[in-house]
């Protein structure tokens, strides 16, 4: 597929739209070169911990000079202040989503609102605000003997969706596997955003709910994160170019 189709082509740009590519490096460098090769492609991009805590905010910020859609993947989990003001600064870098854990709890996760009205001042877009539910790193033996929760992977799942809802944020990161009974249940406007997505020629690698981007999309997610099939492959470009033609 080339380069000049994807930049016109009406589906594709809506597809693209809809993936976000996980940006897991430890410098900008890496990230741009990653970038150079995908440019023309009108996706998402995923910065997380680890390129964030090397780069800091000012990288963010040349993302969005650049046109970006950035999700800032932090995962916060602190006392309400602590995320409160978190979630200040985040939103003043102009971001286009970022996290919360839910399992801080309804009151951590009204406080990060609270940061993001505030944020408000001096950005004049907001955010959107999603929680973590589960890890899709989390197995059901994990859940139960390890973090110490009762019952099923989905049941934790859906429980930390309702605690957003009921919180006011926009959405939960979920894995694939959720999506449906998420859609049914809390709220078919509520936005879900999913990892462990693995191509089908793709390694699974640490995760444990995975599924490809065409079954992720059919389950009626809004969002989908792909990293190391992408960010890993040896020609970035060509592996989502696959993607979108699967998709389409």
């Not at 191509?199 to 995975?210: C, L």
């Not at 009626?220 to 699967?246: K, N």
Request: charge should be neutral; charged fraction near 25%; aromatic fraction near 4%.
């Amino acid at each position: 597929m080339e380069a000049s189709r994807l930049s016109t082509d009406t589906t594709n740009k809506s597809m693209a739209a809809r993936i976000m590519v996980a940006l897991d490096y430890s410098s900008a460098n890496e990230a741009e070169a990653l970038l150079a090769s995908l440019r023309g492609i009108p996706c998402y991009v995923k910065v997380g911990m680890q390129l964030f805590y090397a780069e800091g905010p000012k990288f963010v910020a040349r993302l969005k000079e650049e046109g970006y859609s950035v999700f800032l993947d932090l995962k916060m989990h602190d006392i309400p202040n602590t995320v409160k003001g978190g979630a200040e600064s985040i939103t003043r870098l102009g971001v286009d989503m970022f996290n919360v854990h839910a399992a801080g709890g309804k009151q951590m996760m009204e406080a990060a609102l609270e940061g993001v009205d505030k944020g408000l001042a001096s950005s004049s877009k907001r955010p959107i605000v999603i929680g973590v539910t589960q890890l899709t790193s989390t197995s059901q033996h994990m859940l139960n003997a390890e973090i110490g929760i009762a019952g099923s992977v989905e049941d934790a799942v859906l429980r930390y969706a309702k605690l957003s809802r009921d919180a006011g944020l926009d959405g939960v990161v979920a894995s694939p596997l959720e999506v449906v009974r998420l859609k049914r249940e809390v709220g078919p406007g509520f936005v879900t955003v999913t990892p462990g997505i693995r191509p089908a020629s793709a390694a699974i690698g640490d995760q444990s709910r995975v599924m490809t981007p065409k079954e992720a999309l059919k389950q009626g997610t809004d969002y989908i994160v792909i990293g190391r099939p992408i960010t890993a492959a040896a020609s970035p470009r060509e592996a989502l170019e696959s993607i979108l033609e699967e998709l389409v």
